[in-house]
């Protein structure tokens, strides 16, 4: 167990809402990370932190964006979702060793 | 530009079979190498890792890989496959030092068949 807690687990939203997901963390660790997971394209890399108030764009940002006001926490914001941002989203941290990613179970967001 | 291709979307073997998953990456840096098992509606799990020293690399579930640097590939074996190895396998690849941010590949589905 990594101490990797997302919220909500699932959630269901219409087009052009706001949504924020949370990643909460028990380790201390100094990097975060949200990825999204979608059918024949694996997991690529949105946005990550590497400390309070740092952070920088993946591979695919646009229409997202994060924060992180304490170490344990990392927020993942759609301003309006859009159906192409139907997907699971997970969050993870790197290990003490920095070489390993742990991921979260997985936030399961549906835009209709 | 890093990037990560594993041949064959799905793979189906019998109980008690060899397992074998590919994956060949690109890096134009030493890399550190990742498999990850998903099982249905859950996170990823790290099975093994690469990062320095020996190439044959011994994971949790008896499965292991080896990092061939003049194949570019870091495939994935099992002697004998089991039930409960039937889930979805990432290979993936990041730059020493970038401290995480993995690429991925697109995954392999892997069937059980009794």
């Known amino acids: 167990d990594a101490g990797i807690t997302q919220s909500p687990r699932h959630k269901v939203t219409e087009t052009g809402t706001p949504v924020t997901l949370r990643c909460h963390q028990t380790?201390?660790?100094?990097?975060m990370y949200w990825y999204r997971q979608d059918p024949g394209h694996g997991l690529r890399l949105i946005h990550y932190?590497?400390?309070?108030?740092?952070?920088d764009k993946g591979e695919v940002s646009d229409g997202y964006s994060v924060s992180r006001s304490k170490t344990e926490d990392f927020l993942l914001t759609l301003e309006s979702a859009t159906s192409s941002q139907t997907s699971v989203y997970f969050c993870?941290?790197?290990?003490?060793?920095?070489?390993?990613?742990?991921f979260g179970e997985g936030s399961w967001l549906t835009v209709v | 530009a890093q990037s990560v291709t594993q041949l064959g979307s799905h793979v189906s073997v019998s109980e008690g079979a060899l397992v074998l998953l590919r994956c060949n990456y690109s890096s134009s840096v030493p890399p550190y190498l990742f498999w990850y098992v998903q099982y249905p509606n859950q996170g990823l799990q790290l099975l093994l890792k690469y990062t320095t020293g020996a190439t044959l690399v011994k994971g949790i579930n008896g499965f292991e890989a080896e990092f061939k640097k003049s194949e570019t590939s870091f495939h994935l074996t099992k002697p004998s496959a089991h039930m409960s190895d039937a889930a979805e396998y990432f290979c993936a690849v990041s730059d020493q030092g970038s401290q995480g941010n993995l690429i991925f590949g697109k995954g392999t589905k892997l069937s059980v068949k009794p």
């Open positions: 932190s590497y400390g309070v108030k740092d952070t």
């Open positions: 380790e201390n660790h100094r990097y």
């Open positions: 993870a941290i790197a290990g003490a060793s920095g070489n390993t990613i742990y």
